[in-house]
């Protein structure tokens, strides 16, 4: 049974940081392509950013770049999302998923963490 469980989501300030977690199991994590995307409240479910199976390549939407930086460790079957210079347009419930086809749908999801920043 394959489990993809977030963590690391809470309430910040504009300006702050949050580091999230994504711990895999059952599958085989070294394989998939991972992502994270995130869903404001009323807005659909956006593409953020991924990372190759290796974590040589990583792909950020523009609103992003420069702000937000993935990672993996494959050896603790994670990827990380770090978060710095929050704003206020950064408030959604982040979710990490896998794919073994970069640019190919996600296979599997996890069940959301919630970003809240206060301006």
């Known amino acids: 049974q394959v489990q993809l469980v977030e963590s690391g989501g809470g309430l910040v300030q504009a300006g702050g940081s949050l580091r999230l977690s994504c711990a895999a199991s059952?599958?085989?994590?070294?394989?998939?392509?991972m992502g994270w995307f995130r869903q404001a409240p009323g807005k659909e479910r956006e593409f953020v950013a991924r990372?190759?199976?290796?974590?040589?390549?990583?792909y950020y939407i523009d609103s992003v770049k420069g702000r937000f930086t993935i990672s993996r460790d494959n050896a603790k079957n994670t990827v990380y999302l770090q978060m710095n210079s929050l704003n206020s347009e950064d408030t959604a419930v982040y979710y990490c998923a896998a794919t073994l086809v970069i640019k190919g749908n996600y296979d599997y999801w996890g069940q959301g963490t919630q970003v809240t920043v206060s301006s």
């Open positions: 990372i190759s199976w290796n974590g040589a390549n990583t």
């Open positions: 059952g599958l085989p994590f070294s394989k998939y392509v």
